[in-house]
């Protein structure tokens, strides 16, 4: 990915579309000076020829000048390139600021089918998983719309497999229903954090369908028989794309028999298909509560008629031809799913994920821990290529949230145990930024730091976060002035142009409305944090323990046998209280 990074970058720079297959000329010191994605086979044959010919010859000055000025371009400091605030010392915070950025985001807003105004259309899950910091702060009514908004239309969506659970990478056009049919891990993971804190705020049933189908297919689908996750499930079989998930209304009544004319409505297929060829994506247009009304059924015998369709019709499609499965196990991405799957834990307190999770985070630590450091990636029982910022970056955050998914202070260690390696082996003192890349790796042309948040928020936005949040378990206000430096940097940026930076501006919301310090000591600890954490309580952190505790949250907190909650602010701690409702109540009067 280092090298992918930059090289994507020269492509851009030269005006060229960025995309994959990447392919960029170079000159003997890996500087580029042309490149471009996909050739036709004829075409790159006589493109390599030309190249050849002009470098061999007497354009080779020319090239090796173009080179150089790429490679400049490639060096240059993001923050000075993209304008950022490289002096600030500190982001400064405030309502006012947070409006703007409110804002300019709902620009972007698709009002009619949600997400943002554009096809294709990627989940971006960063994007509304701050909609929904913003509205905890907030109270906008008309941010939690949007939300909604997106998140049924893409549960609705040819883009969410209808049969078998799990998300597509994107949808070609703008009403999520024709997908790319890739189905990618990262995708995944972060849609079911998304959809388990959306469904602490709503309590919708669509939401919890929506996790609980997508934990079922990651486990049937992409876990490994030690606990890794595999990397991601082709879009095609057989050579054509979709061909595993699509349906002509031929085969869907010789599956579902007489029940087919129904459930063809429900998943809104046609005689001559919404598709190619006569193929329908299964999709929906209607709440079940809307459809059994129209058709006159009684809300559980609909569900129990739901329940068999999607039993028949995934034992049907199971004897097809399967999509290629890229079954190499990436640290980064892993993480990104055991935090998906410890949200769904707290907010579902289904034993089952959190089971999953713990098997996945022992495998990490017995597969892709190399001592203080991580390996990249794993196959066949290997190993290999050292981690990047984004791997360590999404691993402590998954450790953070397994400890406060289980006061297990082991995970709590290894996140800063990793903190620090990245402390003393990715960041950049005069930037106050990190490296994506170890000092120890590789040397390439350039250094870079990713800044920008993608369809995977970037590893400083993520990093930033971690350092505040494990900052806050710790008491150690360094971490916490760092990521609030970090934020300093990009602050104007996030506010001017938000849709780049949502996991920043996250960050930000974490700032304005700092949480409270949650401690739960005694003998029903874990039956507290289990009430306690299917709430959405985003700023707030978790600290607990059954006995006693060494970390400065609990420290002085000896258990008794009443188990008792402490809501502290800045370490200024309120009366100590036996209930998570006295609990609850005092967290909703410190947030006034």
């Known amino acids: 990915p280092d090298v992918d990074q930059i090289y994507m970058d020269a492509v851009q720079a030269m005006g060229i579309q960025g995309g994959w297959p990447l392919n960029v000329m170079l000159t003997p010191e890996a500087k580029p000076f042309y490149g471009g994605t996909y050739f036709p086979p004829g075409n790159w044959v006589k493109l390599l020829e030309n190249i050849a010919q002009a470098y061999a010859g007497e354009h080779r000055a020319e090239l090796d000048g173009s080179a150089e000025r790429f490679a400049q371009v490639l060096q240059a400091s993001e923050l000075q390139k993209y304008g950022a605030l490289a002096s600030a010392t500190k982001a400064r915070v405030n309502d006012e600021e947070f409006k703007l950025l409110a804002y300019n985001l709902g620009m972007r807003y698709d009002r009619e089918r949600g997400g943002t105004n554009r096809a294709p259309k990627f989940p971006m899950p960063s994007i509304w998983r701050f909609l929904l910091r913003a509205h905890r702060i907030s109270g906008s009514q008309q941010l939690l719309t949007q939300l909604n908004l997106t998140l049924r239309e893409m549960a609705w969506g040819g883009i969410y497999d209808q049969v078998g659970g799990g998300w597509a990478r994107y949808s070609v056009d703008a009403e999520w229903l024709v997908p790319h049919f890739e189905k990618m891990l990262y995708d995944n993971g972060q849609l079911l954090s998304l959809y388990s804190e959306a469904f602490q705020v709503t309590q919708d049933p669509l939401y919890r369908e929506v996790v609980f189908q997508t934990v079922n297919w990651v486990r049937r689908e992409l876990t490994n ?100 499965l890229d079954d190499k196990v990436l640290t980064g991405w892993n993480a990104l799913m055991l935090s998906g799957l410890a949200a769904a834990y707290r907010a579902f307190g289904e034993a089952e ?67 620090a390696y990245v402390l003393a082996n990715f960041f950049d003192p005069a930037e106050q930024q990190f490296f994506y890349t170890d000092a120890s790796a590789e040397p390439l042309i350039a250094r870079k730091k990713e800044l920008f948040d993608n369809v995977i928020p970037s590893s400083n936005s993520v990093m930033a976060n971690n350092l505040l949040r494990l900052g806050r378990h710790l008491e150690r206000a360094d971490y916490q002035a760092l990521a609030t430096a970090m934020l300093g940097q990009v ?102």
């Open 225 to 324: 028989p030690e606990g890794g996750f595999y990397s991601s499930l082709d879009a095609d079989s057989e050579g054509v794309e979709g061909k595993f998930y699509v349906w002509t209304r031929e085969e869907l009544r010789a599956v579902l028999g007489e029940e087919e004319p129904l459930a063809a409505a429900y998943y809104s297929c046609t005689g001559v298909g919404n598709w190619e060829h006569g193929n329908n994506i299964l999709h929906r247009r209607q709440t079940d509560d809307e459809f059994a009304q129209t058709h006159n059924l009684e809300p559980h015998v609909l569900a129990k008629l739901i329940h068999g369709w999607q039993k028949t019709l995934l034992a049907a499609r199971a004897q097809r031809v399967r999509p290629g």
């Open 491 to 592: 602050q104007a940026l996030a506010a001017k142009e938000p849709q780049h930076l949502t996991n920043w501006a996250s960050l930000y919301v974490a700032l304005l409305r700092p949480g409270a310090e949650v401690a739960i000591t005694g003998p029903q600890a874990e039956e507290f944090r289990r009430e306690l954490s299917r709430h959405f309580l985003p700023n707030d952190i978790l600290a607990g323990t059954l006995t006693n505790s060494n970390l400065p949250l609990l420290q002085g907190r000896s258990a008794t046998d009443k188990t008792t909650v402490y809501v502290c602010r800045n370490q200024a701690c309120q009366l100590p209280v036996h209930s998570v409702v006295e609990a609850l109540a005092q967290l909703a009067l410190a947030e006034q």
């Open 353 to 419: 994920f959190l089971e999953l999770a713990l098997r996945n985070a022992e495998f990490l630590q017995q597969n892709l821990r190399n001592g203080p450091r991580l390996y990249r990636t794993w196959k066949n029982g290997r190993a290999t290529i050292n981690g990047f910022l984004e791997d360590y970056a999404l691993v402590i955050e998954a450790y953070l949230s397994l400890y406060e998914a289980t006061f297990a202070e082991s995970w709590l260690r290894e996140a800063e145990e990793l903190t």
